[in-house]
């Protein structure tokens, strides 16, 4: 299999019968191909649009969760799915272009990218989307070191390899470029890209996505580093803080021996030492639960899946 289209879908029965048949016109007599469509717990009736289209379309395979998970849950299972040599995802509401969908793969097969992320560097969205999305990939750009403008952008392009070798969960699906680099995949390019307005249904942007966001950075700032050996992050800290404590209390005690200082335990340096002693030992114990439920829960699958066509 040349290529796989995977498509996360959240409430878009409007936009997937147009969406479709611009994929299968630009990419039919070009690639041999599929498109995965993940339906993300629609209330609308975009799950009987998929049905339609996978049969109308021998190419479409769709796939339903029992509830919304979240885009990130939809790439990560589309990923599981896919069987090309290059996946492209892109969003469902009709602003990714499918006719990009030919240099990217391009840039994967021939320039030898690992991953290549769209910009939407002129965007047809409000200012109160824009505006956000703005100071979050500059401050993404500056924590990871990678020179992407705009991180969120849906539509990508992935060698196999890299979407086997990552695992994408909570909101992690706009940092899949950092996760893809700690993952040993460098090459990572750009691409401009072209960015329609809106046609059907509502934005999903709100508020808590960009807060969200921003503590996912820091989320995957410490599972990039520590996610397979959290003792060395909760013991390290734990190591300090116990022994600086043992050093108080060693220190008090040296008093009282040579110094006669009264009782120890009337000073607040005693009670701080005790702190910092019970602290230690928590951190020291917590990082070795972690390294416990790590190993525990490799392989598990977390997500519930309803049924599948095509």
Not at 105 to 126: A, F, N
Not at 186 to 202: D, L, M, N, S
Request: overall charge positive; some cysteine.
């Amino acid at each position: 299999m040349d290529l796989t289209i995977v498509v996360p879908v959240f409430n878009e029965e409007e936009s997937l019968p147009h969406l479709i048949e611009w994929i299968d016109k630009v990419v039919k007599d070009k690639f041999k191909y599929e498109v995965l469509l993940v339906d993300d717990g629609s209330t609308d009736s975009s799950w009987k649009v998929i049905g339609e289209l996978s049969q109308k379309y021998n190419v479409v395979k769709g796939v339903r969760f029992r509830r919304n998970y979240g885009t990130s849950a939809a790439l990560h299972l589309g990923f599981q799915d896919s069987t090309g040599d290059v996946i492209i995802t892109m969003d469902a509401d009709l602003q990714d272009s499918p006719d990009e969908i030919f240099e990217l793969h391009r840039m994967i097969t021939e320039d030898g990218y690992d991953l290549v992320s769209g910009w939407k560097k002129k965007r047809h969205d409000p200012l109160g989307k824009r505006l956000p999305s703005k100071v979050f990939n500059k401050t993404v750009r500056y924590i990871s070191g990678i020179d992407l403008h705009d991180f969120n952008c849906g539509l990508k392009a992935y060698r196999s390899e890299v979407v086997k070798n990552i695992e994408v969960y909570g909101e992690m699906h706009r940092y899949i470029p950092l996760l893809a680099k700690w993952s040993g995949f460098g090459k990572i390019g750009e691409k401009v890209v072209q960015h329609y307005p809106r046609k059907y249904g509502t934005t999903k942007f709100g508020l808590e996505r960009l807060i969200n966001g921003f503590l996912d950075v820091l989320s995957i700032m410490f599972v990039g580093k520590f996610g397979k050996r959290p003792m060395h992050f909760f013991g390290s800290i734990g190591f300090v803080s116990f022994f600086v404590g043992f050093g108080m209390l060693m220190y008090l005690t040296i008093l009282k021996i040579f110094k006669d200082i009264g009782f120890i335990s009337d000073r607040p340096l005693f009670f701080f030492g005790i702190l910092l002693l019970i602290i230690g030992s928590q951190l020291f114990l917590t990082g070795f639960l972690a390294e416990l439920i790590v190993r525990s829960s490799e392989g598990r699958n977390r997500y519930k899946i309803k049924e599948r066509v095509g």
